[in-house]
């Protein structure tokens, strides 16, 4: 038996049957993408560790969200630069969020948005097979948070087949 950190990503639900809950993941899983649940708990999980920061910085600053933003510049510019969090918002913005926010700003999903795929699934494909590139360098990982600022970089590798526009896969997708 190994001691050591936990190196697991995730945290599984409590209960292991939960009809309700499992319809959920599954129309999420669907939605996305998404190769199997664990990226859906792991989504889950990134999201707890940023409210339990955000109300560790409020709580530091006893509820002054001035204060805690400031205690927290870093934290919440970090999440401003991959868009989870709008120019406008504050840090008690944070509390309020959704799962679906940090999924909509996957690789995976921002390719299939922009309209590089016709799914997500496709889109999924595209990149692990990487035929996708952000600022020019090829990304094989679907799930790697987009920046704001590199959307507008996303492109197909030129030296893939699928840079052409003329390939049977993309003219589907340009309808």
């Known amino acids: 038996m190994s ?3 936990n ?3 995730y945290e ?3 209960h292991p049957y939960q009809g309700e809950r499992i319809a959920e993941e599954s129309d999420l899983l669907s939605r996305y993408g998404l190769k199997n649940k664990e990226e859906f708990w792991r989504a889950q999980s990134e999201l707890r560790n940023m409210r339990r920061e955000a109300r560790r910085l409020l ?3 006893q509820g002054d969200v001035e204060a805690a933003q400031d205690a927290g510049a870093e ?3 970090r999440l401003r630069r991959i868009g989870i969090l709008g120019d406008n918002d504050d840090i008690s913005t944070v509390l309020s969020l959704d799962v679906t926010d940090l999924l909509e700003r996957r690789l995976q999903t921002v390719v299939y948005r922009q309209g590089f795929a016709s799914s997500t699934q496709q889109a999924r494909q595209f990149i692990v ?3 996708i590139t952000v600022s ?3 990304v ?6 987009v920046d704001v600022d590199d959307e507008g970089a996303i492109a197909f590798d030129e030296t893939s087949p699928l840079a052409d526009d003329l390939h049977p896969e993309r003219a589907e997708s340009q309808e």
């Open 3 to 5: 001691t050591g950190k």
């Open 136 to 138: 020019g360098a090829r």
């Open 12 to 14: 599984t639900p409590n």
């Open 59 to 61: 709580g530091e600053a």
């Open 129 to 131: 097979h990487g035929h």
């Open 140 to 145: 094989t990982r679907p799930s790697v948070k």
């Open 75 to 77: 934290f919440v510019t």
């Open 7 to 9: 190196t697991k990503g």
